[in-house]
């Protein structure tokens, strides 16, 4: 399968690299590479670390037509108030009838189910794995492990900033030591307050709502408090309690709607949303016929984001 992406930052990178690894036993190929930074490329033959860019192309849709490729990969940045301009993105590569695979959680958690639906007018495939726990099994795992089971609710430890800060404070560091610790790791935005304020928390709600229940939400839509009124005080109080502040987004049915929240909240060091600290995450599903079932990512970095990516296309090959 020939692919084009559009976005080559640390995961498209990172994803390049994956194929060129296990090319040998899928023979999926990059053809054609966007951005914004460094132009297009056109014409490529697989491995691509240090791609020829030449002048960009004048839109997206210039650039797919002239990719010839059968899926394409958007890995831009997120932008959490639209999820623009990847929503766009993802509409042009449909109306050329191409398959779609998107690391990027804006255009999820902000018009998921109008892009479902144009996928299937126009026959074809749409995968996101990474965009709520990095490549972890979340939306996979439920497409095609859990058949016949309906996802009730669902409770997470989603966010990494929040926890390297709190874990910061348990440390007698201040909250924004905390902040510049996760910066210098790459795990927390420049702009720190879309993690500590829950922003990524409430996208990343969305997301997992508007996928498995249908719930068509934004994150504007989700209740949301983020962890900016801790103090490492408070933090070291509640330690000594053998008690740990966590950002908890949750999401369950109430009244025949779904509704969405993010909070901090104080739970026992033994709950195992508290035991999963830095940038490991947790996801339980609370199903009608399995109960509750989750998957843990420990320690993820761009590698799992980039496996994500490369399992979604699998799944495309298996089931075209």
């Given at each position: 399968?020939?692919?084009?992406?559009?976005g080559?930052g640390n995961?498209g990178?990172?994803?390049?690299?994956?194929?060129?690894?296990?090319?040998?036993?899928f023979?999926f190929r990059?053809v054609a590479i966007h951005?914004?930074?460094?132009?297009s490329?056109?014409g490529?033959?697989?491995g691509v670390?240090a791609?020829?860019f030449?002048?960009p192309a004048?839109?997206?849709?210039?650039f797919?037509?002239?990719?010839r490729?059968e899926?394409?990969?958007?890995?831009?940045?997120?932008?959490?108030?639209t999820?623009?301009?990847a929503i766009?993105?993802i509409?042009?590569a449909?109306a050329?009838r191409?398959h779609v695979?998107t690391?990027n959680?804006?255009p999820?958690?902000h018009?998921f189910?109008s892009l479902?639906?144009?996928a299937?007018?126009a026959?074809?495939e749409?995968?996101y794995?990474s965009?709520?726990?990095?490549?972890?099994?979340?939306?996979?795992?439920?497409?095609?492990?859990l058949p016949g089971?309906?996802?009730?609710g669902?409770?997470?430890?989603?966010?990494s900033?929040s926890?390297?800060v709190?874990?910061?404070?348990?440390?007698?560091l201040s909250?924004?030591d905390?902040v510049?610790?996760a910066q210098k790791?790459g795990?927390?935005?420049a702009d720190?307050?879309y993690?500590?304020d829950?922003?990524?928390?409430?996208?990343?709600?969305a997301?997992?709502?508007n996928?498995?229940?249908d719930a068509?939400v934004t994150?504007l839509?989700?209740e949301?408090?983020?962890?900016?009124?801790?103090?490492?005080e408070?933090v070291?109080?509640?330690a000594?309690?053998?008690?740990r502040?966590?950002l908890?987004?949750?999401?369950?049915?109430?009244?025949?709607?779904?509704?969405v929240?993010?909070?901090?909240?104080v739970?026992?060091e033994t709950d195992p949303?508290?035991?999963?600290q830095?940038?490991s995450?947790?996801?339980?599903?609370?199903t009608?016929?399995?109960g509750t079932v989750?998957?843990?990512?420990?320690?993820?970095g761009v590698e799992q984001?980039?496996?994500g990516?490369f399992?979604?296309?699998?799944d495309?090959?298996?089931?075209?």
């Amino acid at each position: 399968m020939k692919l084009a992406l559009i976005g080559y930052g640390n995961v498209g990178r990172a994803f390049a690299r994956l194929l060129d690894a296990r090319r040998s036993t899928f023979p999926f190929r990059i053809v054609a590479i966007h951005t914004a930074r460094h132009g297009s490329a056109y014409g490529l033959r697989g491995g691509v670390p240090a791609p020829p860019f030449g002048p960009p192309a004048d839109s997206v849709e210039e650039f797919l037509d002239q990719s010839r490729a059968e899926v394409a990969v958007e890995l831009t940045t997120l932008n959490p108030a639209t999820g623009e301009p990847a929503i766009g993105h993802i509409r042009a590569a449909f109306a050329r009838r191409m398959h779609v695979i998107t690391a990027n959680k804006g255009p999820i958690a902000h018009a998921f189910a109008s892009l479902r639906e144009e996928a299937e007018r126009a026959l074809v495939e749409f995968r996101y794995e990474s965009t709520v726990m990095d490549g972890a099994p979340v939306f996979n795992m439920v497409r095609n492990n859990l058949p016949g089971v309906r996802v009730l609710g669902f409770t997470g430890a989603l966010n990494s900033t929040s926890k390297l800060v709190i874990d910061a404070m348990r440390r007698g560091l201040s909250f924004d030591d905390g902040v510049r610790e996760a910066q210098k790791m790459g795990v927390a935005e420049a702009d720190a307050s879309y993690d500590t304020d829950g922003w990524d928390s409430a996208a990343k709600g969305a997301a997992l709502a508007n996928v498995l229940m249908d719930a068509r939400v934004t994150p504007l839509d989700v209740e949301r408090r983020g962890i900016g009124r801790l103090t490492p005080e408070r933090v070291r109080e509640l330690a000594g309690n053998r008690k740990r502040p966590v950002l908890i987004t949750r999401g369950r049915l109430s009244g025949g709607k779904v509704k969405v929240r993010v909070r901090a909240e104080v739970l026992d060091e033994t709950d195992p949303l508290a035991t999963v600290q830095g940038t490991s995450n947790i996801i339980l599903f609370h199903t009608d016929l399995m109960g509750t079932v989750g998957t843990v990512s420990i320690e993820p970095g761009v590698e799992q984001t980039a496996y994500g990516v490369f399992s979604d296309l699998i799944d495309i090959a298996k089931t075209i």
